[in-house]
């Protein structure tokens, strides 16, 4: 699979689980902290490997775009990490799960929005390239989310 469809799978898989997130009983305490492990899982190994693969590649070619997803993903590890900290049934963590959601549909829209780093990628770089990037971003979340996972 190249990696725009990996890409693009990744934000769907995200945003199902924001859903069942949102559609959750906030009094299921253990279900909540479940699914936002998911969430930060999902979260990590995606933003590592967009950085470190899908962003490397485009950097030279629209190098303010890719310094601006990098600084949203910056702000999304960032939450993550704070989130942690808190119990998922603190109203402080609700109010940044909102935050959250907020940010990466923000940011999710924006890649794949007409002039958004995925179409620019589909312009840019022939399918050898987005094949050979799709093998590399599996491979890297394949590790990343095992790593997570320890």
Same mark, same amino acid.
């Given at each position: 699979?190249?990696?725009?469809?990996?890409?693009?799978?990744?934000?769907?898989?995200?945003?199902?689980?924001?859903?069942?997130?949102?559609?959750?009983?906030?009094?299921?305490?253990?279900?909540?902290?479940?699914?936002?492990?998911?969430?930060?899982?999902?979260?990590?190994?995606?933003?590592?490997?967009?950085?470190?693969?899908?962003?490397?590649?485009?950097?030279? $070619?629209?190098?303010?775009?890719?310094?601006?997803?990098?600084? $949203?993903?910056?702000?999304?590890?960032?939450? +993550?990490?704070?989130?942690?900290?808190?119990?998922?049934?603190?109203?402080?963590?609700?109010?940044?799960?909102?935050?959250?959601?907020?940010?990466?549909?923000?940011?999710?829209?924006?890649?794949?929005?007409?002039?958004? +780093?995925?179409?620019?990628?589909?312009?840019?770089?022939?399918?050898?390239?987005?094949?050979?990037?799709?093998?590399?971003?599996?491979?890297?979340?394949?590790?990343? $989310?095992?790593?997570?996972? +320890?």
């Amino acid at each position: 699979m190249n990696a725009i469809d990996l890409l693009r799978r990744d934000h769907e898989e995200v945003q199902l689980l924001f859903g069942e997130y949102s559609a959750s009983d906030q009094d299921d305490i253990d279900n909540l902290e479940d699914l936002f492990q998911k969430i930060e899982r999902a979260l990590i190994s995606h933003s590592e490997a967009e950085d470190q693969i899908f962003y490397a590649a485009l950097d030279q $070619e629209v190098p303010e775009l890719v310094r601006q997803a990098r600084n $949203e993903h910056r702000g999304v590890i960032q939450l +993550l990490a704070e989130m942690l900290e808190l119990e998922v049934d603190d109203d402080e963590f609700v109010e940044r799960m909102d935050t959250l959601i907020d940010l990466v549909r923000s940011h999710i829209s924006e890649e794949e929005s007409t002039g958004g +780093l995925l179409a620019v990628a589909e312009q840019k770089l022939t399918y050898d390239q987005l094949e050979g990037m799709g093998r590399q971003i599996q491979q890297l979340k394949q590790d990343s $989310e095992a790593e997570l996972k +320890l």
